[in-house]
């Protein structure tokens, strides 16, 4: 299945800095990019995601870029809340044949106010 | 309300003890699956559903089996539970392989 990996695992910032996860993935048919934040006690949701023909994304605070050729996407969350405090999780995966889809491991984000 | 929903949201078992996990979706999603969540492992897939009658091995489908005879459903059974199947477990549905995972609320299970 999809090797995927991602960094850091664990990210401490300050309100109003910003933050930057990178999800490396190893299947080149992927083609699907999204990224989940899970609040505490709560279900993943769905915050943001780009397709491959698309290199970057962006929806108010929260931004995503695509490097098909590195195969590795990343999270940009720019001015930084506390509420943004939470664990994200990236997915990549093909809209193609039937497999497995793999997550990232997760990274604790922790906006320090 | 377009949703997922799981039942059980929790329940405490003995070992051997055969249950099920129930998952319905109301948004016609063709694309089902089920993951575990253990601290420091992250989400891992269980089984998926690619549509009716039509399901794979995820990443730990030891222990698990699944049945899809409708679109709407996809329940997680386990014949004879042990102590390391004690997790939290999420079920999802999207409209295809490679769109948004809407999750349901998650059922804690522990195993004794």
């Known amino acids: 299945g999809e090797n995927v990996e991602q960094h850091p695992s664990t990210l401490s910032v300050q309100e109003g800095d910003s933050a930057v996860i990178k999800c490396t993935y190893s299947?080149?048919?992927?083609?699907?990019f999204p990224w989940y934040k899970q609040e505490l006690g709560k279900r993943p949701q769905l915050i943001i995601d780009?397709?491959?023909?698309?290199g970057e994304k962006k929806d108010q605070r929260i931004a995503v870029t695509l490097n098909k050729t590195a195969k590795h996407f990343s999270l940009h969350i720019t001015e930084t809340q506390p509420e943004d405090s939470a664990v994200y999780f990236c997915?990549?995966?093909?809209?193609?044949?039937?497999?497995?889809?793999?997550f990232g491991s997760g990274t604790q984000l922790t906006v320090l106010p | 309300e377009a949703q997922v929903t799981q039942n059980p949201r929790y329940l405490i078992t003995v070992t051997g003890k055969k249950l099920t996990v129930t998952c319905s979706q109301n948004?016609?999603?063709?694309?089902m699956s089920w993951y575990r969540q253990d601290p420091g492992l992250g989400l891992r897939q269980i089984y998926y559903?690619?549509?009716?009658?039509?399901?794979d091995k995820g990443d730990v489908p030891e222990g698990y089996k699944v049945s899809r005879k409708e679109k709407r459903n996809f329940p997680l059974i386990l014949e004879s539970p042990s102590p390391n199947q004690t997790s939290l477990y999420f079920c999802?549905?999207?409209?295809?392989?490679?769109?948004?995972?809407?999750f349901g609320p998650g059922t804690r299970l522990t195993v004794l």
């Open positions: 999802a549905s999207s409209l295809s392989q490679g769109d948004t995972q809407y």
């Open positions: 299947d080149s048919a992927s083609n699907y």
């Open positions: 780009i397709r491959s023909n698309v």
């Open positions: 997915a990549p995966i093909s809209s193609g044949s039937a497999r497995q889809l793999t």
């Open positions: 948004m016609n999603h063709e694309y």
């Open positions: 559903s690619m549509n009716v009658e039509v399901t």
